[in-house]
């Protein structure tokens, strides 16, 4: 027994110089019953799977249960940046797709207002055409069609000019 813990503390005294920083927090997370909060993460993670990307052969069992203590933590870590990485694509990709079609919509918008327009100026030529016709003939009917015409023309269109020419200076 006098021998024995001389050898013990020579034992314990060569394993506190000789154990790696990994193999000290190793035991330490064993003896304080494995706490989650005592597995590496951050940088500290990043380093440890960089010098050992794969599970080591001949270490202690405490050791190897801290490693894929430590590497499931760092699967989890990982699996959490792709979901956070998709969820950004899939927002971006939902905001380009919701500008694109509100793009489309003022476009489309502006198109059918060009065609109301468009249309509005043919009728109004037409009428305006009818009227000059039947001005000549008979002028209240010719009057009637330019009041028609008047009716679908607005303030800055140049039909009323044109109406005003044709009824007047002719």
């Known amino acids: 027994d006098r021998l024995?813990?001389?050898?013990?503390?020579?034992?314990?005294?060569w394993f506190e110089k000789n154990l790696t920083d990994f193999q000290r927090r190793a035991s330490l997370w064993d003896q304080?019953?494995?706490?989650?909060?005592?597995?590496?993460?951050?940088?500290?993670?990043?380093?440890?799977l960089r010098e050992f990307p794969v599970l080591p052969t001949g270490w202690a069992p405490h050791d190897e249960h801290y490693y894929r203590a430590c590497r499931e933590r760092?699967?989890?870590?990982?699996?959490?940046?792709?979901?956070?990485?998709?969820?950004?694509?899939?927002?971006?990709?939902?905001?380009?797709i919701a500008i694109l079609l509100g793009l489309a919509l003022i476009v489309l918008s502006f198109m059918l207002l060009q065609d109301?327009?468009?249309?509005?100026?043919e009728l109004t030529d037409g009428l305006m055409g009818q009227s000059e016709l039947a001005y000549e003939t008979d002028p209240l009917?010719?009057?009637?069609?330019?009041?028609?015409?008047?009716?679908?023309?607005?303030?800055?269109?140049?039909?009323?000019?044109r109406m005003f020419e044709s009824l007047v200076l002719d």
């Not at 009917?141 to 000019?161: F, S």
């Open 4 to 13: 024995t813990d001389p050898v013990r503390e020579d034992n314990a005294e």
């Open 32 to 48: 304080n019953g494995r706490a989650d909060g005592l597995v590496l993460q951050g940088s500290e993670l990043e380093e440890l």
């Open 74 to 96: 760092w699967d989890g870590v990982q699996r959490e940046r792709r979901a956070v990485r998709k969820t950004r694509q899939t927002r971006t990709f939902a905001i380009g």
């Open 116 to 121: 109301k327009r468009q249309a509005r100026v």
């Open 141 to 161: 009917v010719g009057l009637r069609l330019a009041l028609e015409a008047e009716e679908h023309l607005d303030q800055d269109d140049e039909g009323w000019w």
